[in-house]
């Protein structure tokens, strides 16, 4: 009797250990979920300008001097602003910053040219004005970088600000973002 006891006892201790186990397979914890990305990347385009080519006279210190228009596509949908940042990195003293726009509405889908959206702020270039500097190099191929960020806040910042100033305030604040590329050099620089 001893030993079919035991033997009843070794089969309840298993079958126990087995519910046990499953049950405790249920209560894994699973590995948290990465947050739903934007399925197609954020672009930002030119109808004046194909990217990695030049960047018509017209938008130039050499032409009229005017932004480019410019077409945003496939902004997050949880975005709250837009900024933009357009710079020069080949610049001898430095990167040369051209045009910083903050604020934009993210339904926004183009900027046409010569204009600034509604309500957007625009802050410093190293030009120290509040408008778009067109590219002006003094010798050389230069490459013009058309930053497009998209935010999950809008900005407090004042006109006075630089693009230092505007980066430090996204930080922490970018859903997405995209880069065009134009180039321009001055005939006979």
Known sequence: MKKGFIVIFVILLAAGGVLWY?????????????????????????????????????????????????????????????????????????????WTVWNIDPSTASIAENSVPPKAMQGQTSYGQNIYGGPCPPAGAHRYLFKLYALDAKLSLSSFSLKADLEKAMENHILAQAELVGLYSRSGK
């Open 22 to 98: 499953e049950k405790y397979q249920s209560l894994k914890i699973l590995p948290a979920q990465e947050p739903v990305v934007n399925p197609t990347p954020m672009k930002i385009t030119s109808p004046a300008f194909e990217p990695n080519q030049n960047i018509p006279v017209k938008y130039t210190c050499d032409g009229d001097n005017v932004n480019p228009p410019l077409d945003f596509k496939d902004v997050p949908p949880q975005a709250v602003s837009l900024a933009l940042i357009v710079d020069d990195p080949d610049a001898q003293a430095g990167t040369w910053t051209h």
